[in-house]
T-cell receptor
Framework: EAGVAQSPRYKIIEKRQSVAFWCNPISGHATLYWYQQILGQGPKLLIQFQNNGVVDDSQLPKDRFSAERLKGVDSTLKIQPAKLEDSAVYLC????????????FGPGTRLLVL | AQSVAQPEDQVNVAEGNPLTVKCTYSVSGNPYLFWYVQYPNRGLQFLLKYITGDNLVKGSYGFEAEFNKSQTSFHLKKPSALVSDSALYFCAVRDTNAGKSTFGDGTTLTVKP
C-alpha cells in the first residue's frame, strides 16, 4: 500500500515570497490533516479535512495560510506571504474516517524562510 | 482546551534495560490516546493507540502502554530496550467527540550499547 506522498521535500524561500506544498493521502482515507512542526516542538494541527470539507482550521493563520482539498483527494497548503517564523516542517497525514482512526504521516516538507 | 505533557525531554537507558517514556494528558471528554515515533529525516510512524477496553495496549516493535484514567497518564514502556529504539517519541490525545489531535513536544530516547 502506498503511503502519504508530499512534495517538495525541501524548500528555501525569502520572506514575503509565496510557497505551496502538495499532499496525496493514502487511497480511501477520507480525513486529511496538515500539521506544522517547529524544531523542538510537537506537530501542531493547522487544518483538518473530511473529504473536501473543512472540519477544523482554528489554528490556521488565515491571513497568510490557505489550504484546499479539491475532489476530496489530494490537497495543497499555501503560504503567502511567508514570514521567518514559518520556518518549520509541514506534515501531511491521512486517516480513515473517525476520531479513533490512526493517522499515517508523509515524510514532510522542510521549509526555510530567509 | 486539551493538552499533552511529556515531562522528560530526554530519556537515556542502557540496552537490555526496561524503558519508560511518560505522558500525561488533559481532555474534556473521554480520550483516544496515541504514541508515534519519529526517526531522523522521516515522518511520524504509528506505534499504538488506546481506544477502549483493556488498559494495557500492545503495539509495534514490542512497545506497550498503560492507560491510567485516574492519573490521566499513558506511559510508553518496553521490557528490554534496543539501540535501534533510539528516536523521538510523541504522545497525542484526541477527544472522542472527533476533536482535533494534540501532540506533546516529544521525548528523545537514547539507548546506549
Amino acid at each position: 500500500e502506498a503511503g502519504v506522498a508530499q512534495s517538495p521535500r525541501y524548500k528555501i524561500i525569502e520572506k514575503r515570497q509565496s510557497v505551496a506544498f502538495w499532499c496525496n493521502p493514502i487511497s480511501g482515507h477520507a480525513t486529511l490533516y496538515w500539521y506544522q512542526q517547529i524544531l523542538g516542538q510537537g506537530p501542531k494541527l493547522l487544518i483538518q479535512f473530511q473529504n473536501n470539507g473543512v472540519v477544523d482550521d482554528s489554528q490556521l493563520p488565515k491571513d497568510r495560510f490557505s489550504a484546499e482539498r479539491l475532489k476530496g483527494v489530494d490537497s495543497t497548503l499555501k503560504i503567502q506571504p511567508a514570514k521567518l517564523e514559518d520556518s518549520a516542517v509541514y506534515l501531511c497525514a491521512s486517516s480513515l474516517e473517525g476520531a479513533s482512526g490512526t493517522q499515517y504521516f508523509g515524510p514532510g516538507t522542510r521549509l526555510l524562510v530567509l | 482546551a486539551q493538552s499533552v505533557a511529556q515531562p522528560e525531554d530526554q530519556v537515556n537507558v542502557a540496552e537490555g534495560n526496561p524503558l519508560t517514556v511518560k505522558c500525561t494528558y488533559s481532555v474534556s471528554g473521554n480520550p483516544y490516546l496515541f504514541w508515534y515515533v519519529q526517526y531522523p529525516n522521516r515522518g511520524l510512524q504509528f506505534l499504538l493507540k488506546y481506544i477502549t477496553g483493556d488498559n494495557l495496549v500492545k503495539g509495534s516493535y514490542g512497545f506497550e502502554a498503560e492507560f491510567n484514567k485516574s492519573q490521566t497518564s499513558f506511559h510508553l514502556k518496553k521490557p528490554s530496550a534496543l539501540v535501534s529504539d533510539s528516536a523521538l517519541y510523541f504522545c497525542a490525545v484526541r477527544d472522542t467527540n472527533a476533536g482535533k489531535s494534540t501532540f506533546g513536544d516529544g521525548t528523545t530516547l537514547t539507548v546506549k550499547p
